[in-house]
């Protein structure tokens, strides 16, 4: 199975679409911590032998029901710091940004805009439009994250639409879609109803590639083996679901013929983190290797699958002892080791 999507090669302007065949190369990325250091990211990129970095760009937001939204500016200019030497080492950039609501304390998942108008007006002209013209064009970014987890929002589809036609008509590199992680449970209709929707959204036809934040609920136990988390990739345990994930994300690929992205890939250094990926409380106690393991199953289900482009470990750019999503030492090793053969 071969699959192309369209990039744009760029010199001093910019240049026709040629087609990158991803079954040669995958992106293999990560993403920055907010507070990232520009030294420690450029360390873990060598380290963990990374070809992309995902960028994020603070965009304040005061509370979860406001429509109105500003780009930090410490956020962007130190941005094009870290892009410039990104860019030397011939590193490629996907630019997100990246919604910081009431000061970080709450999450764009839960971002429910007063105004949806109001919202879309102003997500596209103080934000994405600025970040086009500051930095993505003039820094030839190599992807455009449009949108990063907007759980409340993604059911305005012909909003989204509009709004992603108008951006690739100023932006000439890529553009994707981050949707967030879902569940499915076959004693639960309405789980079921609201996949569907996610599935058909019309968004996923107007961007390059679908991206996915893949904090699937694994397990229904604290401790787990890499064989048992890989079988329950396609049937979970957690909760008695026996949701088929893999089925379920190759689905987003035949309905839409287009490669899919793990935009973020996270698992927490604690105990459970394959039961709740997401929750960075999920345990108190510490454990290495269910991080390991989670990583270690994704890679033997997906690292070969030729729909499947790639994925962005969540999160690097600082280590201290809050940062229970940064890799092990251990897991340092598995993403070094993904797509070694292939890239």
């Not at 060598?46 to 994020?56: A, D, Q, S």
């Not at 690739?168 to 569907?196: F, H, I, M, N, Q």
């Not at 033997?300 to 699958?305: A, R």
Request: hydrophobic share 35%.
């Amino acid at each position: 199975m071969f699959i192309i999507i369209k990039i744009f090669i760029f010199n001093n302007s910019v240049m026709p679409k040629e087609p990158l065949n991803i079954t040669k190369e995958k992106i293999k990325s990560g993403n920055l911590s907010v507070d990232y250091e520009i030294d420690k990211v450029l360390e873990d990129v060598e380290i963990l032998k990374l070809n992309t970095v995902n960028v994020p760009v603070i965009i304040n937001i005061k509370t979860l029901t406001d429509s109105d939204m500003s780009i930090d500016k410490n956020s962007m200019e130190k941005a094009k710091k870290i892009i410039k030497k990104l860019k030397k080492k011939n590193i490629n950039v996907i630019l997100e940004a990246y919604p910081w609501i009431n000061d970080g304390k709450d999450y764009e998942t839960e971002w429910n805009p007063n105004n949806i108008d109001l919202f879309f007006y102003n997500w596209e002209h103080k934000v994405l439009l600025p970040l086009i013209e500051e930095i993505a064009n003039p820094y030839k970014v190599f992807a455009l994250n449009t949108a990063s987890n907007f759980s409340q929002m993604e059911k305005y589809e012909e909003k989204w639409c509009y709004l992603i036609q108008n951006i690739k008509s100023k932006y000439k590199g890529l553009t994707t879609y981050r949707t967030s992680w879902w569940y499915t449970a076959s004693w639960d209709k309405v789980s079921e109803e609201k996949y569907r929707d996610k599935l058909e959204n019309r968004v996923f036809n107007n961007v390059d590639f679908i991206s996915i934040a893949a904090y699937f609920e694994l397990s229904n136990k604290n401790i787990n083996s890499k064989d048992e988390l890989v079988k329950y990739i396609e049937e979970t345990k957690a909760h008695n679901r026996n949701q088929n994930i893999k089925k379920e994300i190759y689905n987003f690929y035949k309905m839409w013929e287009k490669p899919i992205f793990f935009g973020e890939l996270g698992f927490p250094k604690l105990e459970g983190a394959s039961k709740e990926p997401w929750n960075v409380q999920v345990s108190k106690k510490l454990n290495t290797q269910e991080q390991v393991v989670g990583f270690l199953a994704y890679k033997e289900v997906f690292e070969d699958e030729p729909w499947q482009l790639g994925f962005s470990i969540f999160a690097i750019g600082k280590d201290d002892n809050t940062k229970v999503y940064y890799p092990s030492r251990e897991t340092k090793k598995v993403i070094k080791d993904w797509y070694k053969k292939r890239n």
